[in-house]
């Protein structure tokens, strides 16, 4: 027979007061260690408001009052009612929101009490928000007694007599933290708590910060701590926060405030506008931001839809429909239409994705998106739409008096359908904050949120501060391009030579031509050579600045000032031109990248082979390709010299491998996946005795010296029976740069040959043409006994200049004398295990390590 909430309700107090439950494990017992290790007339006694968070009745509550979920307070009159049905086991206080047994303890339970182990005195920095939001928040010590209740210590600082008049928030901000909220319930809240019309009306009381950062209606000022007892420990848990933790909360609220905490740029980054691809991309993906925004905003987690449509019937975002405008891509434009795929061979249609989004508060639809572009990947579609999703919440946010017609239209313009009515009702707090920011600075106030633009000065437009040239060489910086710069941006007031320093990297990447930076640091970047330092100041932004900056007390009286501004130094440090892939879209179809990896999967699912190792993983396109397909292969190994590189491939396969991924992938023979990192030109025994090795596009990124070396060690060494080998082939170079390779008014390329064509990569240290690439494959399968055949994509054989990639298929010949002794002899490992998993005897399921 089904227990109705209201008897697992009372079943479950019942339950807390039994004789067993103060020494258990559970986060609620400690609050019933504290009330029996109290003196005078409060001993044994438990704040319900304490109990109906910390434990699991307040989520009882809300199964059968939804209204729980905004008024805390009506769990309490819940569990009030619940206690006074059990009044023959259960004690409750006149006068105060507290609760106790009738039945005395056992005195062996309050021996046992006796011996947990001493709690030491505690000062312990909090967070005061008062109630006005004209008074500022600010950083207070809470002292906590050794042999007192904490619950008492934040009663006394918030001027109440006892803890059963403090209320407890949900936890705010990471859900592994004990950060809450706890303010009054005292007076006529606390007398009347339940009516929450009442309490609606009484603006004067209600506090708003404190309500945005919880998601709970709040009164009165409010004290946010990060206290309270745990699953990890009996002992009291507890963590300082600082006035930089409020500030953090308050701008994680915002889409482009979560994307800025990701990248740890909080003064630098700007959401960016496009998703480009997942590896121009830095900082968390559009996808894992949005479900971040809904779960800070108490949202349902976003529905997606993914549509899956033949490649013939929708015009996709991509390479495929791109057409070619010069004259010498003619010939590149008959030789796509030629070129000859696994699924073209398969007659296997092609597909596209599009994926669609809504978003719910509890069965409430608050937003409905549907894109009419399409994309030739499925992810690529889902960080499409979550990032078009993200960026209409981000500018509504911005602008939260925008005219009805103009929300609607700007909705409209996306393909987005809202429900203005749940929107609104969900962020009219954030209304209100923003509103009253506004006036506050019309009065001389600081803003609580600055998320609008503000006018910078550049200091200095073209005279960049020069500290090292690059031999006067300027970097042409196109759309696409990746570049890395060091920064220090600092907080100056002007004419006291004060300056202190709030935020700093000497590694920050950033795609040009999507916004993902300040738009006057992109602009300066644009002009630069690499090694140039450049320098430009900026209006100052007081929660901005409070969000990035350290526990620096100078601060506050800096942003006092009204000389202050915020000062960026920078220095480029490197570019890498447009990956190839994207600059051979407009030329193939599939795009090259897509064609490699299509032309190694097809040898693959035709050798049997069951270990398949990818020298030169990346990011690990390779490996994230033969998981969308069934094949003989029982272990799979990637090695990469790049960590970013080894940390996005193991996101990706971790995504996919895990049980909870929501992407079915054919991995029935799997039963092992490995990441290294380490060198592929230096023996490791690791490395050695796979069925099939891989090697695509990697030898060009070495120097020469370096890819004779790489050759002989795979086929003397690590010894694959299979190995695949691709390169650009740079005779195709012409067609692809459009017969322009070198501009005019440029410096020829130091590693450029005499045709005038650039490479394809920034990165390349060479480009081999058909002849240098035959001379060095067959150099090679001759002296380490293997046999080679060539071939290659994009393109059709026998047509010149070749096919854009060539590509060498080595496969060792018989079986050689010693050959199971390979790589034994040489027990070295160099390489280091960055990403692991392993398939349990559990179908479906796996284990995952990571270093």
């Given at each position: 027979?089904?227990?109705?909430?209201?008897?697992?309700?009372?079943?479950?107090?019942?339950?807390?007061?039994?004789?067993?439950?103060?020494?258990?494990?559970?986060?609620?017992?400690?609050?019933?260690?504290?009330?029996?290790?109290?003196?005078?007339?409060?001993?044994?006694?438990?704040?319900?408001?304490?109990?109906?968070?910390?434990?699991?009745?307040?989520?009882?509550?809300?199964?059968?009052?939804?209204?729980?979920?905004k008024?805390?307070?009506?769990?309490?009159?819940?569990?009030?009612?619940?206690?006074?049905?059990?009044?023959?086991?259960?004690l409750?206080?006149?006068?105060?929101?507290?609760?106790?047994?009738?039945?005395?303890y056992?005195?062996?339970?309050?021996?046992?009490?006796?011996?947990?182990?001493?709690?030491?005195?505690?000062?312990?920095?909090?967070?005061?928000?008062?109630?006005?939001?004209?008074?500022?928040?600010?950083?207070?010590?809470?002292?906590?007694?050794?042999?007192?209740?904490?619950?008492?210590?934040?009663?006394?600082?918030?001027?109440?007599?006892?803890?059963?008049?403090?209320?407890?928030?949900?936890?705010?901000?990471?859900?592994?933290?004990?950060?809450?909220?706890?303010?009054?319930?005292?007076?006529?809240?606390?007398?009347?708590?339940?009516?929450?019309?009442?309490?609606?009306?009484?603006?004067?009381?209600?506090?708003?910060?404190?309500?945005?950062?919880?998601?709970?209606?709040?009164?009165?000022?409010?004290?946010?701590?990060?206290?309270?007892?745990?699953?990890?420990?009996?002992?009291?848990f507890?963590?300082?926060?600082?006035?930089?933790?409020?500030?953090?909360?308050?701008?994680?609220?915002?889409?482009?405030?979560?994307?800025?905490?990701?990248?740890?740029?909080?003064?630098?980054?700007?959401?960016?506008?496009?998703?480009?691809?997942?590896?121009?991309?830095?900082?968390?993906?559009?996808?894992?931001?949005?479900?971040?925004?809904?779960?800070?905003?108490?949202?349902?987690?976003?529905?997606?839809?993914?549509?899956?449509?033949?490649?013939?019937?929708?015009?996709?975002?991509?390479?495929?429909?791109?057409?070619?405008?010069?004259?010498?891509?003619?010939?590149?434009?008959s030789?796509?239409?030629?070129?000859?795929?696994?699924?073209?061979?398969?007659?296997?249609?092609?597909?596209?994705?599009?994926?669609?989004?809504?978003?719910?508060?509890?069965?409430?639809?608050?937003?409905?998106y549907?894109?009419?572009?399409?994309?030739?990947?499925?992810?690529?579609?889902?960080?499409?739409?979550?990032?078009?999703?993200?960026?209409?919440?981000?500018?509504?946010l911005?602008?939260?008096?925008?005219?009805?017609?103009?929300?609607?239209?700007?909705?409209?313009?996306?393909?987005?359908?809202?429900?203005?009515?749940?929107?609104?009702?969900?962020?009219?707090?954030?209304?209100?904050?923003?509103?009253?920011?506004?006036?506050?600075?019309?009065?001389?106030?600081?803003?609580?949120?600055?998320?609008?633009?503000?006018k910078?000065?550049?200091?200095?437009?073209?005279?960049?501060?020069?500290?090292?040239?690059?031999?006067?060489?300027?970097?042409?910086?196109?759309?696409?391009?990746?570049?890395?710069?060091?920064?220090?941006?600092?907080?100056?007031?002007?004419?006291?030579?004060?300056?202190?320093?709030?935020?700093?990297s000497?590694?920050?990447?950033?795609?040009?031509?999507?916004?993902?930076?300040l738009?006057?640091?992109?602009?300066?970047v644009?002009?630069?050579?690499v090694?140039?330092?450049?320098?430009?100041?900026?209006?100052?932004?007081?929660?901005?600045?409070?969000?990035?900056?350290?526990?620096?007390?100078?601060?506050?009286?800096?942003?006092?000032?009204?000389?202050?501004?915020?000062?960026?130094?920078?220095?480029?440090?490197?570019?890498?031109?447009?990956?190839?892939?994207?600059?051979?879209?407009?030329?193939?179809?599939?795009?090259?990248?897509?064609?490699?990896?299509?032309?190694?999967?097809?040898?693959?699912?035709?050798?049997?082979?069951?270990?398949?190792?990818?020298?030169?993983?990346g990011?690990?396109?390779?490996?994230?390709?033969?998981?969308?397909?069934?094949?003989?292969?029982?272990?799979?190994?990637?090695?990469?010299?790049?960590?970013?590189?080894?940390?996005?491939?193991?996101?990706?396969?971790?995504?996919?491998?895990?049980?909870?991924?929501?992407?079915?992938?054919p991995?029935?023979?799997?039963?092992?996946?490995?990441?290294?990192?380490?060198?592929?030109?230096?023996?490791?025994?690791?490395l050695?005795?796979?069925?099939?090795?891989?090697?695509?596009?990697?030898?060009?990124?070495?120097?020469?010296?370096?890819?004779?070396?790489?050759?002989?060690?795979?086929?003397?060494?690590?010894?694959?029976?299979?190995?695949?080998?691709?390169?650009?082939?740079?005779?195709?170079?012409?067609?692809?740069?459009?017969?322009?390779?070198?501009?005019?008014?440029?410096?020829?390329?130091?590693?450029?040959?005499?045709?005038?064509?650039?490479?394809?990569?920034?990165d390349?240290?060479?480009?081999?043409?058909?002849?240098?690439?035959?001379?060095?494959?067959?150099?090679?399968?001759?002296?380490?006994?293997?046999?080679?055949?060539?071939?290659?994509?994009?393109?059709?054989?026998?047509?010149?200049p070749?096919?854009?990639s060539?590509?060498?298929?080595?496969?060792?010949?018989?079986?050689?004398?010693?050959?199971?002794?390979?790589?034994?002899?040489?027990?070295?490992?160099?390489?280091?295990?960055?990403?692991?998993?392993?398939?349990?005897?559990s179908?479906?399921?796996?284990?995952?390590?990571?270093?």
């Amino acid at each position: 027979m089904e227990i109705s909430p209201w008897d697992d309700l009372t079943s479950r107090i019942l339950y807390l007061f039994t004789d067993e439950f103060p020494i258990g494990t559970h986060p609620t017992c400690g609050h019933f260690r504290a009330a029996l290790r109290r003196n005078g007339d409060f001993f044994g006694f438990i704040p319900i408001p304490a109990i109906a968070v910390c434990d699991k009745l307040g989520n009882i509550c809300k199964s059968f009052d939804p209204l729980v979920e905004k008024n805390p307070c009506l769990a309490i009159s819940h569990i009030l009612k619940a206690a006074a049905s059990l009044s023959e086991s259960i004690l409750t206080y006149e006068g105060g929101l507290w609760l106790r047994r009738q039945k005395p303890y056992p005195p062996e339970v309050l021996d046992s009490l006796k011996n947990c182990s001493p709690v030491k005195n505690i000062g312990l920095r909090v967070i005061y928000i008062p109630c006005s939001i004209k008074d500022a928040v600010e950083a207070r010590t809470l002292n906590i007694a050794s042999d007192g209740y904490y619950l008492d210590a934040i009663a006394l600082e918030l001027g109440l007599p006892d803890a059963s008049e403090v209320l407890v928030s949900r936890i705010i901000g990471k859900s592994s933290s004990e950060t809450r909220l706890y303010f009054s319930a005292s007076g006529n809240l606390m007398l009347d708590c339940f009516n929450a019309a009442k309490q609606a009306t009484d603006n004067c009381h209600f506090n708003h910060r404190a309500t945005f950062l919880s998601g709970q209606d709040i009164y009165g000022g409010a004290l946010m701590a990060s206290v309270g007892y745990t699953w990890r420990s009996a002992d009291l848990f507890h963590e300082d926060l600082t006035l930089q933790t409020y500030y953090r909360m308050i701008t994680s609220k915002t889409p482009s405030g979560i994307y800025k905490l990701s990248r740890e740029a909080t003064l630098t980054a700007e959401l960016p506008v496009t998703f480009t691809s997942r590896v121009n991309w830095r900082g968390s993906l559009p996808k894992e931001l949005l479900f971040t925004f809904c779960r800070q905003h108490r949202l349902s987690e976003p529905v997606l839809s993914i549509e899956t449509l033949p490649e013939t019937s929708s015009k996709s975002q991509g390479s495929c429909e791109k057409m070619e405008d010069m004259g010498a891509a003619a010939n590149s434009k008959s030789n796509r239409n030629d070129v000859s795929s696994c699924d073209e061979k398969s007659n296997k249609l092609k597909y596209c994705f599009r994926c669609g989004i809504k978003i719910f508060k509890q069965e409430n639809l608050i937003l409905e998106y549907m894109p009419k572009g399409t994309h030739k990947k499925q992810q690529d579609a889902v960080h499409s739409s979550s990032l078009t999703v993200l960026l209409w919440f981000n500018n509504s946010l911005k602008e939260p008096e925008m005219p009805l017609k103009s929300l609607l239209s700007s909705a409209a313009a996306l393909q987005i359908n809202i429900d203005v009515q749940s929107f609104q009702k969900e962020f009219a707090t954030y209304q209100f904050l923003h509103n009253k920011r506004d006036s506050d600075k019309a009065e001389g106030g600081t803003a609580l949120l600055s998320n609008g633009k503000t006018k910078s000065v550049i200091t200095q437009p073209n005279e960049v501060c020069s500290s090292k040239m690059d031999d006067g060489t300027g970097v042409l910086l196109s759309n696409g391009s990746v570049v890395c710069i060091s920064y220090a941006v600092s907080l100056v007031e002007e004419g006291e030579h004060v300056k202190e320093l709030l935020e700093s990297s000497l590694n920050f990447e950033f795609e040009i031509g999507v916004g993902a930076v300040l738009p006057d640091l992109e602009v300066l970047v644009t002009q630069m050579s690499v090694n140039q330092s450049a320098r430009f100041h900026m209006e100052s932004l007081r929660d901005i600045i409070l969000a990035a900056a350290g526990d620096s007390s100078k601060i506050p009286s800096i942003l006092s000032s009204e000389s202050c501004h915020l000062e960026y130094d920078f220095t480029l440090l490197k570019v890498t031109e447009p990956l190839e892939d994207r600059m051979e879209q407009a030329f193939f179809s599939p795009p090259l990248s897509k064609q490699r990896v299509e032309f190694a999967v097809s040898y693959i699912r035709r050798s049997s082979a069951t270990t398949l190792i990818d020298f030169g993983c990346g990011s690990g396109s390779l490996l994230d390709s033969l998981l969308d397909y069934h094949t003989s292969l029982e272990k799979v190994v990637g090695v990469d010299i790049s960590q970013k590189s080894l940390a996005r491939a193991a996101k990706m396969l971790h995504s996919k491998l895990s049980r909870d991924s929501d992407v079915a992938v054919p991995i029935s023979n799997l039963r092992s996946a490995i990441l290294y990192e380490g060198s592929i030109i230096e023996c490791d025994s690791q490395l050695c005795g796979f069925d099939i090795g891989t090697c695509l596009e990697v030898i060009e990124h070495m120097e020469e010296d370096e890819a004779f070396k790489f050759g002989d060690v795979v086929l003397s060494y690590f010894r694959p029976k299979l190995l695949i080998v691709s390169t650009p082939n740079y005779e195709y170079n012409v067609i692809l740069q459009g017969g322009n390779g070198q501009k005019q008014d440029e410096d020829p390329d130091e590693n450029s040959h005499s045709q005038g064509c650039r490479f394809r990569n920034h990165d390349h240290k060479f480009e081999w043409n058909r002849d240098q690439f035959n001379s060095w494959a067959s150099e090679l399968a001759r002296k380490h006994k293997y046999s080679v055949e060539f071939g290659g994509v994009g393109g059709t054989e026998g047509v010149e200049p070749g096919f854009a990639s060539q590509i060498a298929v080595f496969r060792r010949m018989g079986v050689l004398q010693g050959e199971s002794d390979i790589g034994v002899g040489m027990d070295v490992h160099h390489c280091q295990t960055v990403w692991e998993w392993n398939r349990s005897s559990s179908v479906g399921d796996g284990a995952v390590s990571s270093a």
